[in-house]
């Protein structure tokens, strides 16, 4: 068996020689390819947070994912049509720059999840997961209604936003830019797993009534988890939403809080390199067999049945040998 | 030093027609231990959640240290003094030892909400924790996964969890349970040794762990305190033999 350590730097390597090889060889869509793994990995760590250390199955994830893009979507629209935001008391301006929406998009979803996750961590088990779901779908409804910004047909960016000193119309550049967001966020699930935060959140998941009974409070805990879960989750909807240079109510739709789930539980439930291998098989699968049939999905259901009952820990936990990653 | 530790007086809950505590006071001494037992369906378990805030009650009152305590809620009646330990083990059974002790040190610190900063460098959690562990003689499984310990080390374990808290008051529920004749006397020495540490309220099912224990004993039967004493008091009651053994005995 292969030690975890060594699985998960052998799948960060891969994920920047792929990109890397891609320039050389001039395939520039295998690098759009791998971006829109790297940012969907990124959405699926923001939800290993919540749900693989926190235990909290969020069917709504999209929810988060969605505002980041719409708030991409709705930044960079009003800045190519000049027209500034009219909050009735105040006007914004619309803005291009990356690092002005990722805040935006950033603080968007973290108030957003901590709103939700105060009313829906009022539940535990499957109304919790009814619970998100249907915040997600109030948020798919409502942008499908939204006509100011598209409705049903979603909002087009014509030119991708900027960052300082780089050119993000150059396809790897962009990826490097999705990439070290995604290093980030992983870096800040390893830490936070081994902090105090993290073996607190941990044990709430596995026993409440312990961490009640040494004076903490399970909900607080699962609360700001569920915060900072959002947030990353909202970060990856403006990068997906720049990577397409469109936002739409899919985004906020039950299938993508399903996927980000199943990206999950592929690479391995609480894993830190769970969502990155999760993600890369998941886009794998959507580019090569959805190029053979429209019934992909009947493979990766066919996958996912295979992890569930054969093994639990994903593929990371097969490769390892070991189940849980605390085992 | 407050003459009584933690009392209640007159608790009740009713669940439907069934009264499981029925004007239940009692109270915990300085430095004793005070046990509680009765049969099944007694209400020990209930009476035990309504102390500790698990469960709140239809009347009566919870004190710790003179201080009201009924409107609060577990974590805050653990960190106004009190320290729980669970009939059934209630820990993080897929973590280390280490970890379940952690829990309680970070607990008792008020520190969980550090982020970034690995837990192995906040010295003052580790020390709490090596001690509790010492105290109890886990040292030595510290990195053993909770799940894979033998079930009286996890009743070690919990205790331990406990003791890191430096709680006022120890309010433990059936601590040698499932233990075998060696850990029940492991166990029985090191609550002896405890009581001065902070007094122990006990549900216990094992009679000669209570008897060599308790310094009081209260028989609950059908949610009532239907005796209160010394050992020797409630060997000799009458009231209590009949609950026990029936009319007859």
Known sequence: MIREGVINWAILLGLVALPLWAVFADEIFTITLTTRVVILALAAVGLNIALGIGGMVSFGHAAFFGLGGYAMGILAYHAQTYAALDFGIVEIEGTKSMPVIWLVATAISALAAWLIGLLSLRTTGVYFIMITLAFGQMFYYFAISWGAYGGEDGLSIYVRNGFPGLNTL?????????FVALCVALILQWRLRGSSFGLTLNAARQTPERVETVGLNPMKLKLLAFVISGAITGLA????????????PAMFSWQLSGELIILIIIGGVGRLMGPVIGAMIFVALEHWLGGLTDFWHVYLGAILLFIVLFSRGGVIGFLTGKEGPHV | MSEVILATQGLQKSFGALKATDDVSIDLRPGEIHAIIGPNGAGKSTLIAQICGALASDTGRVELLDRDVTALNTEQRARAGLGRTFQISALAMEDSVEDNVRLGAIGAMGSPWNVFRPVSRSADVVARANDALERVGLTGARETRCADLSHGQRRQLEVAVALTLEPKAFVMDEPMAGLGADGSKTMTGFLDGLR?????????????AVFALADRISVLVYGKIIATGTVSDIRASDAVRTAYLGENA
């Open chain 2, 196 to 208: 001065d540490e902070a007094p122990i309220l006990l549900v216990e099912h094992d009679m000669d």
């Open chain 1, 237 to 248: 909807g403006a990068l997906f939403a720049d990577l397409n240079r469109f936002v739409s």
């Open chain 1, 170 to 178: 150059v396809p790897i550049q962009f990826f490097g830019l999705c």
